[in-house]
């Protein structure tokens, strides 16, 4: 399994595959946002940027899956994946324990450099409430749905790197 898990790393497909699966979920995202009607709080625009994350090592990891770029993309992944994970389990803590005393900010806070919520409002801009439950599927809530989600890639980019060292034999027909 780790050696083909390497063979699929050096290839484009499995990284194309990553990165349509991460623009899938924020094109649902964006679904339940403008057509549905569900208002993003802070924490569900911070998941939305994880999910960019993992968008962009599949990106990184398209370009040149050969090369040490490669390394770089999968360290991309586990990061976004694992910032994903956790902030998905405080939002959930904040649907399950709801406390007047823990709440979550206003407005997303990014960095000078990068003002996503001036650049894309109709993305990045937060209006909704996180303590609030407004969607469940099998009576999941979407920052639980997210746990899955990310924990998923978080395992599957943990093992991509366990894979790195893992080479295919050569095999000749003549071999014992």
């Not at 802070?42 to 090369?67: N, Q, S």
């Not at 694992?82 to 005393?101: A, D, I, K, V």
């Not at 990068?114 to 650049?119: I, K, S």
């Amino acid at each position: 399994m780790l050696t083909y898990l390497n063979r699929c790393s050096q290839g484009r497909g499995a990284w194309l595959l990553l990165t349509l699966s991460a623009l899938a979920l924020e094109l649902v995202a964006l679904w339940f946002q403008h057509v549905q009607g569900l208002m993003p709080c802070v924490m569900c625009i911070y998941e939305r940027c994880a999910l960019f994350g993992v968008m962009g090592a599949g990106i990184v990891g398209v370009i040149a899956p050969r090369t040490p770029l490669r390394w770089l993309a999968i360290l991309i992944w586990i990061y976004s994946a694992w910032e994903g994970l956790r902030l998905s389990w405080q939002h959930t803590m904040l649907q399950l324990h709801p406390n007047p005393f823990a709440t979550c900010d206003f407005a997303a806070s990014f960095p000078g450099w990068l003002p996503l919520d001036h650049w894309l409002p109709a993305v990045f801009v937060a209006s909704g409430d996180c303590s609030e439950r407004g969607w469940t599927l099998l009576n999941l809530s979407m920052p639980q749905w997210l746990i899955a989600t990310f924990a998923v890639y978080l395992l599957i980019a943990i093992l991509v790197l366990i894979a790195q060292p893992f080479r295919a034999r050569k095999r000749t027909i003549f071999s014992n």
